[in-house]
């Protein structure tokens, strides 16, 4: 037989398995891992899907199958066992890559490894309902499903959300607080620098468009609701649902931002972009370029709207704006 072959049928065959126990063979994996979580409460999960209707332990074998969910689970201090990787990276992403070694890689979210996750037997799986929920019914066959949804409220709703199921809320008090304080650090050292009522702007290139970010997520919470920056003319004018909207070079001045905070995509034909860019006279007359306030961020923070990205997005910026 095809060692290929063979073993794709063996992965089959145990989720057949699975399926036809109705995925109750997650209680006696539990009980065989020495895992304390309950199989009352493993019940619990799989029957309801909220995360408010569950209690996991946090010592139980989590495998993560959203990159919010285990930035997550690192901020109060879990390692799950296996989590996604970033699609354009195919990797874990480079901010949080150090936090995850040792964690088993389980496929970009909506396209999960399933013969990794099972593999690993975990006792529960963390997915995100707005990004991998159409896998939910396969992961329900491994193992009890907790779930959180990104389109539902802020970031530190989400953080509150995961702590109360893995009994962490302590920790995400804490976690929280100390962002507040390095908010209002920052937004300190940003008025001495900018001044009081700074207009703002977040422009990311990459190798085929500039893209202004809008006040909605992921950016626009921290620039204008965090640090209390005011949106370029403009910026509001973009729906806070979407991201981003796609622009040309030419309509930059309309905005007229005191400050432009500026990403520039990992690749050499992005950052071709912009080194055209800097060059063009229409770059160079901008308010914000002439008096030095162009702020090149790290993108992979910035973009990442958990509780971890938020938190290393503003470590960079009090870097950014602390005089040397």
Request: contains cysteine; aromatic residues 6%.
């Amino acid at each position: 037989m095809n060692r290929k072959f063979g073993k794709s049928l063996i992965i089959v065959s145990l989720i057949a398995l699975l399926s036809a126990c109705g995925g109750q063979s997650a209680a006696p994996d539990k009980a065989a891992s020495g895992s304390s979580a309950s199989t009352e409460a493993a019940g619990s999960a799989k029957k309801s899907g909220a995360d408010t209707a569950t209690s996991v332990d946090p010592k139980s074998k989590i495998a993560s199958m959203s990159i919010h969910m285990t930035n997550n689970l690192l901020a109060l201090g879990i390692k799950p066992v296996g989590s996604a990787i970033g699609g354009g990276v195919g990797d874990f992403l480079p901010h949080v890559a150090d936090l995850l070694k040792g964690v088993a890689k389980l496929g970009v979210v909506g396209n999960s490894d399933m013969e990794a996750v099972l593999a690993l037997k975990p006792d529960y799986i963390f997915i995100d309902e707005h990004f991998g929920g159409e896998e939910r019914a396969k992961l329900e066959k491994i193992a009890p499903v907790v779930s959180t949804n990104l389109d539902e409220g802020t970031w530190r709703d989400q953080l509150n959300r995961v702590a109360k199921v893995v009994g962490r809320v302590k920790e995400a008090e804490t976690f929280i607080k100390d962002y507040d304080a390095k908010t209002e650090r920052v937004k300190k050292l940003i008025a001495s620098e900018l001044g009081e009522g700074a207009k703002a702007m977040a422009i990311r290139v990459s190798a085929k468009e500039i893209r202004v970010q809008s006040t909605g997520r992921p950016l626009g919470p921290i620039m204008f609701q965090d640090l209390k920056l005011k949106p370029a003319g403009g910026v509001e004018k973009i729906p806070a649902q979407e991201p981003y909207a796609v622009i040309s070079k030419e309509v930059l001045p309309d905005y007229d931002a005191d400050a432009i905070f500026l990403i520039v995509n990992n690749d050499d034909n992005a950052k071709k972009v912009y080194g055209e860019l800097e060059k063009n006279p229409l770059w160079k007359n901008l308010k914000a370029v002439k008096n030095n306030h162009v702020y090149t961020l790290d993108g992979q923070k910035w973009l990442d709207y958990s509780s971890l990205g938020q938190s290393m997005a503003m470590d960079d910026a009090e870097k950014l704006f602390t005089k040397k």
